[in-house]
């Protein structure tokens, strides 16, 4: 059991008529699995990343096995969890926005139980109670296991009558290295899509990043258990798995290595697609790469962040790799695998980013030819290194010039490689209907681009034959042939 700590009472008087968002994602579906004395129905609140998606259902696997019930609807809630992000600071006054919302509720029903859990939780930590001193709950990533008894404490306190004010939160924030629910069976929405966490946390320390702040050490899962929850997730119907971590070619199991953990859970039978998310570019061994040239059912796609293409910058960011290195990766990379898509992220405007540091990442992205890209203008986060040694210099109206100049870029680069593609077939996993139009699917081909057709016979889960027949710069448009 890890820690509880009681923390002393807050007043409530800090309330708001700001509006709010809408929920990002919500967790749902999940049933009781026993009778429980202060059983509760949880409404599960995602904000931010795949591992955070993937931190929900776990916490729904942990609700469930101790007898609570998740739902999904916030109506049908007594407790309402935001699971949250603290990678950027639009996120976490996202999040501030919608706990204003819910205290909105909470004031016209005084037993509903709000928890902040997650990234932003352990960043803000008590601070978060100054801000939303209505929060019940604030745990951190390392935490979850504490959910029932915070429950059953929290809802004692509901049922004495005490009132509101009286309450005191449960704060659930120690970080711990051994940490990696590897006995918790997460509860999934059913789809063709499954996410695996195979490593929990980062032992790199990149300057504008707050993650190894709160996710703690990085830690793997054993490599024989992950195989069998593949196997698992085969028998629920699942065609795609994606293995998830903060470095997830990193992993690595006593000997066994993150191109071994490839090989192994590609040769799962029945397993028609295997992805994984976010690799370092430092952690690009020959074991890997040998692995997605060979295994089959390995997708021939890497998202490889750049973040600069400046050496210098690259040094201020702590990124371990150089502009030279990470060229010469790309290189071996397009020669063991000549078809493989390329996608990155890449940051402007960090601490000292000089116009000629611009222009490097500039010249990188126009050479590699990335498919498409996540770019952002950098912004500082407390706590992060850079905040501590690293003025955040660079105007705004520079790192919105910069960005707007790359976006550009990367719009003309992905809108001639998908045109590349017209007249050429592509095998695509079909997802599900068309949000735009219920006559055709969607799917995904092997590169991660989006593929519109119209619906055949071939269903939802199948991997069919597309002719492409048109494209924009996000999507192709085809025929199944
Ligand atoms: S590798 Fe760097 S950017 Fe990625 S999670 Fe770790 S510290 Fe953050």
Redesign the pocket.
């Known amino acids: 059991m890890k820690d509880q700590t009681l923390l002393p009472l807050y007043n409530k008087d800090k309330q708001s008529d700001l509006p709010h968002p809408p929920p990002q994602g919500s967790q749902d579906g999940a049933s009781s699995a026993g009778t429980h004395a202060h059983a509760r129905r949880v409404y599960i609140e995602t904000y931010g990343c795949q591992m955070n998606v993937s931190d929900s259902e776990l916490m729904a696997g942990i609700l469930t096995q101790s007898g609570h019930q998740t739902v999904s609807h916030l109506d049908d809630a007594d407790v309402v969890l935001v699971n949250t992000c603290a990678i950027r600071e639009n996120a976490e006054t996202k999040v501030i926005n919608r706990l204003k919302h819910l205290n909105h509720r909470k004031r016209r029903h005084p037993e509903l139980i709000i928890g902040v859990c997650g990234c932003m939780a352990q960043h803000l930590r008590d601070k978060l109670l100054d801000t939303a001193p209505y929060v019940d709950l604030v745990m951190g990533p390392d935490a979850y296991r504490n959910l029932p008894v915070a429950l059953d404490s929290l809802a004692r306190g509901v049922e004495s009558h005490v009132s509101l004010t009286d309450r005191d939160p449960f704060l659930g924030l120690r970080l711990d290295k051994n940490e990696d629910y590897a006995d918790i069976a997460p509860i999934r929405k059913e789809g063709i899509r499954a996410w695996l966490t195979i490593q929990r946390g980062?032992d790199?320390?990149?300057t504008?990043?707050i993650?190894?702040f709160v996710r703690g050490r990085e830690r793997s899962l054993p490599l024989k258990l992950l195989v069998e929850d593949v196997e698992k997730l085969v028998d629920q119907g699942f065609k795609e798995v994606v293995l998830l971590g903060?470095?997830v070619n990193s992993y690595h199991d006593d000997s066994a290595d993150f191109g071994d953990l490839l090989y192994a859970v590609g040769d799962v039978n029945g397993l028609e697609r295997l992805r994984f998310t976010?690799p370092?570019p430092a952690d690009a061994t020959d074991s890997m790469i040998d692995a997605m040239a060979s295994s089959p059912s390995v997708c021939k796609h890497l998202h490889l962040?750049l973040q600069s293409g400046s050496t210098e910058v690259l040094d201020r960011m702590r990124r371990t790799y150089t502009a030279e290195e990470y060229r010469s990766l790309v290189l071996k990379l397009r020669e063991r695998i000549p078809d493989i898509a390329l996608t990155t992220d890449i940051i402007v405007g960090f601490c000292g980013e000089t116009d000629a540091e611009f222009m490097e990442t500039y010249q990188m992205m126009a050479d590699i030819r990335y498919d498409s890209a996540f770019m952002f203008k950098y912004s500082e986060r407390e706590g992060t290194l850079a905040h501590k040694a690293l003025p955040d210099d660079v105007p705004e109206t520079v790192k919105g010039e910069r960005l707007e100049q790359i976006i550009k870029l990367q719009e003309s680069i992905s809108a001639d490689i998908n045109s590349a593609a017209v007249g050429g077939t592509v095998p695509v996993l079909v997802e599900g209907e068309s949000r735009r139009d219920a006559d055709r699917y969607h799917g995904k081909t092997d590169g991660f681009k989006t593929a519109v057709f119209p619906k055949s016979d071939s269903g939802i889960g199948a991997v069919v034959n597309v002719r492409i027949d048109n494209t924009t710069a996000h999507t192709l448009i085809g025929q199944v042939v």
């Open positions: 980062c790199k320390m990149c504008f990043c993650v190894p903060q470095t976010s370092h962040p």
